[in-house]
């Protein structure tokens, strides 16, 4: 035993053997440095969302360590205004969208699945079609006109409700599930809907949580449609008022936040302290689905 280990350890290839302390060492490098590239302008956008005007100001526009951190700015768009309100819409945006979009997609997803469903073929055709052929920007615009969801939140949710990917995702994932189970509850009476609710939706969790994700990222991250359909500002999500004050360098005013004259929070603080608070729900869901993301996409996709 020790002369085959010795062996295979002697005979072992160049491509297998460890590397040498002077490479592994510089990896070690390489990746701090990558990580701090990544990490470094997220801590300037934090950072200076706590500093005050003068050191802002001393700094050049961008604080790496505030010296004396503040939570004013985010005091001030929490209080109240157009960047909180915004936020509440998007919330509920992504949530309703969200929810909607799972139920419609798996229902669709698993009708599709069943060779024994009606025009589930032709249907399905037409899904593949959604993902090489979009209509264009005037032609939604006017079937968002013509439905009469101008200045409605469903302008913002039912375009986009259902997507070709993610049926075919869920649609490739529910066919790789055990056919035995499916028969055995049948054979015990349970119907299409049964089974669906009680077997299908359980076993599909982690395929479900990906798609989730996608929905929820796409919901609220979703801009260019609120930029369309939405004139009224109080019906505003927060990618919008992101793009308004951050991107177009729209200053923000006593009125656009609690509406109470003062002294307001330096304007790059407001302006960063509004791309935290964006990201932060996303940076918060996140981690609870990561462990789904292998077994959920590659699996529904990748048969055999």
């Given at each position: 035993m020790n002369t085959t280990a010795r062996t295979r350890t002697h005979g072992r290839s160049p491509a297998t053997a460890p590397a040498s302390l002077p490479l592994r060492i510089l990896k070690a490098i390489v990746l701090l440095v990558a990580c701090a590239l990544v990490v470094m302008p997220f801590v300037s956008v934090i950072s200076t969302s706590l500093a005050d005007q003068q050191q802002i100001t001393d700094a050049g526009g961008y604080v790496l360590l505030p010296d004396r951190p503040s939570l004013s700015a985010y005091s001030s768009i929490l209080a109240g205004g157009v960047v909180a309100r915004a936020l509440l819409v998007s919330v509920g945006i992504a949530v309703v969208g969200t929810v909607l979009g799972l139920i419609v997609t798996s229902a669709m997803a698993y009708s599709l699945s069943r060779p024994t469903s009606f025009a589930h073929k032709p249907i399905l055709m037409v899904v593949l079609l959604t993902m090489l052929f979009s209509p264009g920007i005037i032609p939604n615009y006017l079937l968002i006109k013509q439905l009469g969801l101008l200045n409605s939140w469903w302008s913002l949710i039912l375009p986009v409700l259902v997507t070709g990917f993610s049926v075919i995702v869920l649609r490739s994932f529910m066919m790789g599930l055990p056919p035995d189970i499916l028969e055995s509850a049948r054979?015990?009476?349970?119907?299409?809907?049964?089974?669906?609710?009680?077997?299908?939706?359980?076993?599909?969790?982690?395929?479900?949580?990906?798609?989730?994700?996608?929905?929820?990222?796409?919901?609220?991250?979703?801009?260019?449609?609120?930029?369309?359909?939405?004139?009224?500002?109080?019906?505003?999500?927060?990618?919008?008022?992101?793009?308004?004050?951050?991107?177009?360098?729209?200053?923000?005013?006593?009125e656009q936040l609690s509406g109470e004259a003062g002294v307001l929070p330096p304007t790059q603080s407001l302006q960063m302290a509004i791309l935290v608070i964006s990201l932060i729900p996303i940076l918060l869901v996140y981690p609870f689905l990561q462990r789904h993301f292998t077994k959920g996409v590659l699996v529904g996709a990748v048969k055999g």
């Open positions: 054979i015990d009476g349970a119907n299409d809907l049964q089974i669906f609710v009680r077997i299908i939706l359980p076993l599909s969790k982690a395929a479900l949580a990906v798609i989730g994700l996608f929905f929820a990222v796409g919901f609220w991250n979703s801009w260019f449609n609120a930029l369309l359909y939405i004139n009224d500002p109080s019906k505003l999500p927060l990618p919008l008022v992101l793009r308004t004050y951050v991107v177009d360098n729209a200053r923000l005013g006593a």
